[in-house]
């Protein structure tokens, strides 16, 4: 590891006139920043902490029936959350695919959708549950919905100095759920993740969103398929449907774990599991 | 059995507190005054002539203790490459500072020019005359099936007598099977029994097939680490984590030119070794060398990066394989055409190929086996070496044959099965076995004959056999005026083999087990010992122990018929007590008691001593079943139940023997499943655990172990070495499972969901 400056700021005007600085890095959990420094593909000059700024963890019920989730908030408190689980389920299901019991304590909801890896576990969830992202700076707050702030691999639209500071979800669809395709039954690496969120009336959808990990080089919604299942009741066909119109979304490579044809074949297996589970979730 | 009260029961083992508590001592714990931190710089390419290595501006960073090169080497054996590099990560130099961070920096400032070269990864591709040739122009030496090469090799070598005639004649005859000769051969072994083509053209049934296992690492939780201090009079220390201390020391001395007293090897806590953990160059050299330069310790640890990139993992092969069958189940010939990634140097364990003769009787068979260069780090034994592969082939294809002419797989297997005097395929005959008492007690444990499935379900069984190794070993005995007994030797402690040395010993002398001590000596103080390594530990230095104590027995009986004034043959040794048998009222005298006397005696202190090198070991038979379930859409497979009998002799310590089947059970699930490292041009692409998966316990159900006890002649107790054998059929087993569960079978390793998908659409899933 290379030796660096270590900022441990009070207030996030602080934070966000440190990190403005050139080779900064900001440090939530630490559970990548820490590997890729001592793997020296992370050697920033100043690390700074947002440990000690007050209100940045914590997972509170807003006004309006959603949740706020602080981006510090760690993983396994995701994870483990009554509301976050019965709400928001898909979204447990994903914290809980990170990494070991370990780790999950130490990462932060936030760390995972930062370092913008198109194969986060929480990210999939995230898109499907329609999650707003709010972000300060010195020049004052703005807030996007998740779906735009990635813009490549490692990449976000957040500007110099930029912080995220929570994760807004609106009040609970009828029913989520995530899959992640992985070798290793816990702590392996998304060979895709698919999770799906649906609004029930009667029995009819009336609207769905599906989120895809590890398909594309940013994570993506399925809206084609969203569009085919709004409006219907669910049947094999309109699943197959939507299962190869989120298949057909997908523009996966070809790497070391698999190929993009597979990952295209799993994201239609895995829509059509996810949307299924996530109705009978509406259902129970 | 029952009348042992020691061995054969489940103690537990005599470094459980240590281990868990972390007290245990690590190679990386060893701290001397003073010490320096090496670091190994290595190739950045696969394949590259190096034009330049310049160190210059690496020197001046401040806390640069030494770089060293080849020409530091006064040997002049071959210690960090010089003019070409032939894998990502091989050894050029290596850096000494007085911190890790900047012993690091200076590695990325050594300046290195390479002229880069074609790349060859694949076996297949690399016994091709197309392919780069690793080792200069071996066109020449490129063997073929015919064996000329070799014949033209000998003839070379041999300088006293004139060839020329023969070796043209020879060379004449080559060049008539162009398509048969191999290029990047590093080493060829061949074996033939009987008349394969006679036997497959009996044969009411012919399978052929070709199987590819990958290369997988021994994954030890502890990486390759070595403390080296040498000394102004040359003395060099080291504090190694090794297999076999003994081995260390001589490798050592005999790279650098060192008289072998002059090297002392201090064995650390083991953190795995697997096989893996004998390697003389990977570190402990390059940090003897430091220590020589920089005249203070030096500590060179590998990352696990490193581990993979310049480790030494088990080779992985090609086996074409083809075995012929009557219709009422008689195997008739076998014959295997092997090709082993033997990578950079030779020493794969082309070998192992022979054991894809299994355990049956097979009348013909034909074994040929190439070992191959290609542009990765060499390999080294990995827990039964070459039999996994061999036999992961040997028994996928038993399933086809059995398949295809309607037999049950164990009931096949049973009926072929050799046992006690029958003709060994190309290798003497058998000696008692218990082959078919394993096989049986599996398929019993795991109710195969009542078998049930779901759909997407299916069960599979194979069976692996392995001989443990043996070699020499040492041991001292001291009793003490407490009554305790002091073991001191010098074989590392793998997996309980200390636990079952002191079970021996506490047996034998009668003592609670609680009282017996362990005491590693180093190789300046200690016996020689042979390596842990081979399945030898227990059979050798239990063999060893049972000596010494039977050694001490005597000179305790002599002392207390001393003592007591009595004859020898009035005496017994029980409950840690010498009683005199015929006394009325009952007199004895404790050991403690002895002790202290034999400090005042003319014989004097109770030492006894044990030494032993051979004796002919047994073969064992791990016979596994699994039962699975296959996601056909997804190409998931979990495992549901996992049974594995193993024939172990006469288990010292069933509790550590269980750990042992369990163990090499889940290496061998691993290998069938997940585990492979992965190459391309530029080299191994996946050096860590993100993408070298090792599963978890969340992967496997418990596994059921069945000892099965068909005793050794010459092992202590009947005990058979148990390491090994538990990893050979378990690869054959998840495949044969997968086949029964979804109607496709994989021939090549790991069974990973992509390659399931895929064959199920071939087959019109």
Do not use: W
């Given at each position: 590891?290379?030796?660096?400056?270590?900022?441990?700021?009070?207030?996030?005007?602080?934070?966000?006139?440190?990190?403005a600085q050139e080779h900064a890095q900001l440090l939530a959990g630490g559970t990548d920043l820490v590997i890729g420094m001592k793997a020296l593909t992370e050697t920033p000059q100043s690390v700074i902490s947002l440990q000690k700024i007050a209100g940045l963890a914590g997972i509170t019920t807003d006004a309006d029936g959603g949740v706020s989730i602080g981006v510090m908030t760690r993983v396994r408190d995701v994870e483990l959350s009554e509301e976050i689980r019965n709400g928001y389920t898909a979204l447990?299901?994903?914290?809980?695919?990170i990494g070991s019991i370990q780790i999950r304590n130490l990462a932060t909801l936030g760390g995972n959708i930062a370092h913008a890896s198109p194969a986060a576990d929480t990210v999939a969830a995230l898109l499907a549950l329609d999650a707003q992202v709010d972000i300060a700076s010195a020049d004052g707050e703005r807030s996007v919905p998740i779906h735009a702030l990635f813009t490549g691999p490692g990449q976000t639209i957040l500007t110099a100095g930029e912080i995220m500071t929570r994760f807004r979800l609106p009040s609970p669809a009828s029913g989520s759920h995530y899959i992640k395709h992985k070798i290793r039954e816990v702590m392996d690496l998304a060979f895709i993740g698919v999770a799906a969120a649906v609004d029930m009336d009667n029995g009819t959808i009336t609207g769905a969103r599906i989120g895809l990990a590890a398909?594309?080089?940013?994570?993506?919604?399925?809206?084609e398929a969203e569009e085919l299942l709004?409006?219907?009741?669910?049947?094999?066909?309109?699943?197959?449907?939507?299962?190869?119109?989120?298949?057909?979304?997908?523009?996966?490579?070809?790497?070391?774990?698999?190929?993009?044809?597979?990952?295209?074949?799993?994201?239609?297996?895995?829509?059509?599991?996810?949307v299924r589970e996530a109705v009978a979730r509406a259902h129970a | 059995m029952s009348d042992y009260t020691v061995v054969g029961q489940k103690v537990p083992r005599v470094d459980a507190i240590e281990k868990v508590t972390g007290a245990a001592h690590y190679?990386?714990?060893?701290?001397?005054?003073?010490?320096?931190?090496?670091?190994?710089?290595?190739?950045?390419?696969?394949?590259?002539?190096?034009?330049?290595?310049?160190?210059?501006?690496?020197?001046?960073?401040?806390?640069?203790?030494?770089i060293i090169t080849q020409a530091d080497v006064l040997s002049g054996r071959r210690v960090f490459a010089t003019d070409k590099v032939l894998y990502l990560g091989e050894p050029l130099a290596a850096v000494a500072a007085t911190d890790p961070d900047i012993a690091e920096e200076a590695a990325e400032l050594v300046h290195i020019e390479y002229e880069v070269l074609p790349v060859v990864q694949d076996v297949m591709e690399a016994i091709k005359p197309s392919a780069p040739r690793l080792h200069g122009d071996a066109t020449k030496d490129g063997p073929n099936r015919r064996g000329i090469s070799t014949q033209l090799r000998k003839l070379a070598r041999d300088k006293e007598n004139d060839h020329g005639d023969e070796i043209r004649s020879l060379e004449a005859e080559l060049e008539k099977y162009p398509d048969e000769v191999y290029y990047n051969i590093s080493a060829e072994s061949h074996t033939e029994a009987g008349d394969v083509e006679q036997g497959f053209a009996d044969s009411d049934v012919v399978v052929e097939d070709t199987y590819v296992i990958p290369r997988v690492h021994q994954t030890y939780m502890e990486p390759h680490v070595s403390v080296a201090s040498a000394d102004s009079s040359g003395k060099v220390t080291v504090w190694a984590s090794t297999q076999g201390p003994f081995a260390i020391r001589s490798g050592?001395?005999?790279?650098?030119?060192?008289?072998?007293?002059?090297?002392?090897?201090?064995?650390?806590?083991?953190?795995?070794?697997?096989?893996?953990?004998f390697g003389v160059i990977i570190t402990h050299v390059p940090a003897v060398l430091l220590s020589q330069k920089t005249g203070r310790p030096v500590r060179v640890q590998m990352t696990r990066e490193e581990e993979f990139l310049d480790g030494r993992p088990a080779p992985g092969c090609v086996i074409k394989l083809k075995t012929g069958a009557t219709k009422d189940g008689r195997i008739l010939a076998r014959q295997a055409l092997a090709f082993w990634d033997s990578g950079s140097v030779s020493g794969a364990s082309i070998g192992s190929t022979i054991r894809v003769r299994g355990v049956y009787k097979i009348p013909n068979l034909k074994v040929d086996a190439y070992g191959v260069h290609t542009n990765k780090s060499g390999t080294a034994a990995y827990r039964a070496p070459g039999a996994p592969q061999a036999i992961f082939a040997g028994e996928s294809q038993l399933d086809e044959i059995a398949e295809r002419i309607g037999m049950d797989a164990v009931e096949f297997r049973l009926m072929n099965m050799r046992e006690e005097g029958d003709a060994v395929p190309a290798g003497g005959s058998e000696p008692k076995v218990g082959y078919k008492e394993t096989l049986q007690a599996v398929a019993d444990a795991a109710g195969w004959w009542e078998r049930e499935t779901d759909e997407n379900q299916g069960w599979g069984v194979a069976v692996g056999d392995w001989t443990n190794g043996c070699g020499p070993g040492g041991v001292y005995i001291s009793v003490h005026e407490d009554g305790s007994v002091r073991i001191f030797h010098?074989?590392?402690?793998?997996?309980?083999?200390?636990?079952?040395?002191s079970?021996?010993?506490?047996?034998?002398?009668?003592?609670?087990?609680?009282?017996?001590?362990?005491?590693?000596?180093?190789?300046?103080?200690?016996?020689?010992?042979?390596?842990?390594?081979?399945?030898?530990?227990?059979?050798?230095?239990?063999?060893?122990?049972?000596?010494a104590a039977e050694d001490t027995h005597r000179r305790i009986l002599e002392l207390a018929s001393e003592r007591l004034n009595t004859n020898v043959d009035n005496l017994e040794l029980r409950e840690g007590a010498v009683h005199i048998i015929t006394a009325d009222p009952p007199k004895s005298i404790s050991l403690g008691e002895l002790a202290a006397y034999s400090l005042s005696t003319t014989g004097g202190p109770i030492v006894g001593k044990g030494s032993f090198a051979r004796q002919p070991s047994t073969p064992a038979l791990a016979a596994q079943i699994a039962k699975v379930e296959v996601d056909p859409e997804t190409g998931r497979t979990r495992v549901l139940k996992l049974i594995a009998s193993q024939d172990v002799g006469f288990a010292i310590n069933p509790m550590t023997v269980e750990g042992q089947i369990e163990g090499g059970v889940v290496q061998g699930y691993a290998w069938a499943m997940m585990e492979e490292m992965q190459y391309n041009e530029s080299g191994n692409v996946n050096p860590g655990f993100v993408d070298y998966r090792v599963p978890t316990s969340a992967d496997l159900p418990t596994v059921e172990s069945v000892i099965v006890e068909v005793p050794a002649p010459n092992g202590p107790y009947g005990a058979k070495g148990v390491g090994e054998p538990p990893i050979t059929p378990t690869l054959a087993t998840m495949a044969n499972a997968v086949r029964d569960a979804v109607g496709i079978r994989i021939n090549e390793l790991p069974i990973k969901p992509e390659k399931v998908v895929t064959a199920l659409q071939r087959n019109g899933h």
């Open positions: 590891m290379r030796s660096f400056e270590f900022f441990e700021p009070t207030t996030l005007a602080e934070a966000s006139r440190l990190f447990a299901e994903g914290a809980a695919e398909v594309a080089p940013t994570p993506i919604r399925a809206t709004a409006g219907k009741s669910l049947t094999d066909a309109i699943l197959a449907e939507a299962g190869e119109a989120a298949a057909a979304a997908c523009s996966p490579i070809s790497d070391l774990r698999c190929s993009a044809e597979h990952r295209r074949e799993m994201v239609d297996v895995l829509t059509r599991r996810t | 190679g990386a714990d060893v701290h001397p005054a003073g010490m320096l931190y090496g670091k190994i710089i290595r190739s950045k390419h696969a394949h590259a002539n190096i034009i330049r290595i310049d160190t210059s501006e690496a020197e001046k960073l401040s806390g640069v203790r030494a050592i001395a005999g790279t650098l030119g060192i008289p072998l007293t002059q090297v002392n090897v201090i064995g650390t806590t083991m953190g795995g070794g697997f096989g893996g953990r010098g074989s590392m402690d793998i997996t309980g083999t200390d636990t079952s040395i079970q021996i010993i506490a047996e034998i002398l009668t003592v609670p087990y609680e009282n017996v001590t362990i005491t590693r000596g180093d190789t300046d103080s200690a016996p020689y010992s042979t390596g842990s390594g081979g399945s030898v530990v227990t059979f050798t230095m239990g063999n060893t122990a049972k000596l």
